[in-house]
């Protein structure tokens, strides 16, 4: 079974520019969450979509959105890039079937964005 | 609030020693845990989690967790390191009560394994 796939891989912006990302979960997996990961901050949770439907939110400002797809693909975007938002962003799924919240989060290889 | 404690930034071993990456959590409720290892430019892979039951929880490449509720820790341990563990671990934490499946992760500790 193939693994959580995230495009694009490497990205490079220029602030006040928007990003869109990416990421295609594991067959049969429908619930999806992004994380930012830095230095300085380590891991933190952005959001997670289960059913096309925002489940759980973390502690970002508004310029970080997120949507989920009927194919339980899901996108984020960025909008008004800041040089602060320079990170590794993973998406992970898990299958949540039946709402269960015992699963495990399978992550991808994550987007490098760069903003300069 | 949850939260998830990895007091060393850092573990040193030597090849064929025994390992152990301490992590304390914090929730209201009661935890689901878990372990996941991070090389370099790759995502989080999945180790193991304690949901219910046994304390100690056996999972991938040789490793296994702890877990202790009166200490309100979850310490990995492998009896014997392999330089081909050298990697940043991370500890992880879900609310037993929360709806959804994200993670509270900790702030991760880099295992070094010498030859």
């Known amino acids: 079974k193939a693994g959580v796939t995230q495009t694009p891989r490497y990205l490079i912006k220029t602030r006040g520019q928007q990003v869109t990302l990416s990421c295609s979960p594991i067959s049969g997996h429908r619930s999806v969450s992004w994380y930012q990961q830095t230095p300085g901050q380590g891991l933190q949770f952005l959001f997670e979509y289960f059913s096309e439907t925002q489940r759980n939110k973390g502690n970002f400002p508004g310029r970080f959105s997120g949507r989920q797809f009927s194919n339980s693909r899901s996108e984020m975007n960025v909008s008004t890039l800041e040089l602060g938002d320079s990170a590794l962003y993973l998406c992970?799924?898990?299958?949540?079937?039946?709402?269960?919240?015992?699963?495990?989060?399978?992550f991808g290889p994550g987007t490098r964005l760069t903003v300069l | 609030a949850q939260s998830v404690a990895q007091p060393e930034d850092q573990v040193n071993v030597a090849e064929g020693n025994p390992l152990t990456v301490k992590c304390t959590y914090s929730?209201?409720?009661?935890?689901?845990l878990f372990w996941y290892v991070q090389y370099p430019n790759r995502g989080l892979q999945f180790l193991l989690k304690y949901i219910t039951g046994d304390n100690l929880v056996k999972g991938s490449y040789g490793f296994e967790a702890e877990f202790n509720k009166s200490q309100t820790s979850f310490h990995l341990k492998k009896p014997s390191a392999l330089v081909s563990d050298s990697a940043l671990y991370f500890c992880?934490?879900?609310?037993?009560?929360?709806?959804?499946?994200?993670?509270?992760f900790g702030k991760g500790t880099t295992l070094s394994v010498s030859s």
């Open positions: 929730v209201s409720g009661n935890p689901y």
């Open positions: 992970a799924s898990s299958r949540s079937a039946s709402g269960s919240n015992t699963d495990t989060q399978y």
């Open positions: 992880a934490v879900r609310d037993m009560g929360q709806a959804g499946t994200a993670l509270i």
